[in-house]
Antibody, heavy 123, light 106 residues
Framework: EVQLLESGGALMQPGGSLRLSCAAS????????MTWVRQAPGKGLEWVSGISGSGDSTHYTDSVKGRFTISRDHSKSTVFLEMNNLRAEDTAVYYCVKDIWPFVVVSAVGAVWGRGTLVTVSS | EIVLTQSPATLSVSPGERATLSCRAS??????LAWYQHKPGQSPRLLIY???TRATGTPGRFSGSGSGTEFTLTISSLQSEDFAVYYCQQYDDWPRTFGPGTKVDI
């Protein structure tokens, strides 16, 4: 069974840094691109970042460029989201998402979603 | 950035009725559009990709259509478990974007 388990969410102060993790199991991790999607309280879904299966290609939404970094560790079947200079508007549930197709750079069509981890940025 | 607009924002329907949800893109995305269902307290679920291809496990009462800038998700006969928020997402260009959602309720 494919499973994605996010962790690392916390209450942070503005300007702080946090690293989210997503442990994957049940599939050939290195064959699939992975994506982070967030949902702010009472708001809709927002695509945040994606990384190819190899880790060579990464993409970000404009509001997090230069502040967030996505990466992956194949030995641990884990994808990370390093979040720096956090802002109140980064407050959201962050979902880890597995791409639907193998060997596609990053489609960001989310076939499997984790349960999410909550990041709160507040002073 | 490609902007997706969904209408209506809220759709009130009764079980057994047909529901038609719309998604419009600010520029052509050919058929690179997906639909998701999101229920409170759950993770989103992929329903449709490629504008009209049902994902594994999506019931046959869900159908998608459209290309270019105009897309539709149709639920032919609403079941109680279909009441949720539905999002469209484009994967034609970067950054990927979602629409604001349509809430389907009673």
């Amino acid at each position: 069974e494919v499973q994605l388990l996010e962790s690392g969410g916390a209450l942070m102060q503005p300007g702080g840094s946090l690293r989210l993790s997503c442990a994957a199991s049940g599939f050939s991790f290195s064959n699939y691109a992975m994506t982070w999607v967030r949902q702010a309280p009472g708001k809709g879904l927002e695509w945040v970042s994606g990384i190819s299966g190899s880790g060579d290609s990464t993409h970000y939404t404009d509001s997090v460029k230069g502040r967030f970094t996505i990466s992956r560790d194949h030995s641990k079947s884990t994808v990370f989201l390093e979040m720096n200079n956090l802002r109140a508007e980064d407050t959201a549930v962050y979902y880890c998402v597995k791409d639907i197709w193998p060997f596609v750079v990053v489609s960001a069509v989310g076939a499997v979603w984790g349960r999410g981890t909550l990041v709160t940025v507040s002073s | 950035e490609i902007v997706l607009t969904q209408s209506p924002a809220t759709l009130s329907v009764s079980p057994g009725e047909r529901a038609t949800l719309s998604c419009r893109a600010s520029q052509s995305i050919t058929t690179n559009l997906a639909w998701y269902q999101h229920k409170p307290g759950q993770s989103p679920r992929l329903l449709i990709y490629g504008s009209s291809t049902r994902a594994t496990g999506t019931p046959g009462r869900f159908s998608g259509s459209g290309s270019g800038t105009e897309f539709t998700l149709t639920i032919s006969s609403l079941q109680s478990e279909d009441f949720a928020v539905y999002y469209c997402q484009q994967y034609d260009d970067w950054p990927r974007t979602f629409g604001p959602g349509t809430k389907v309720d009673i």
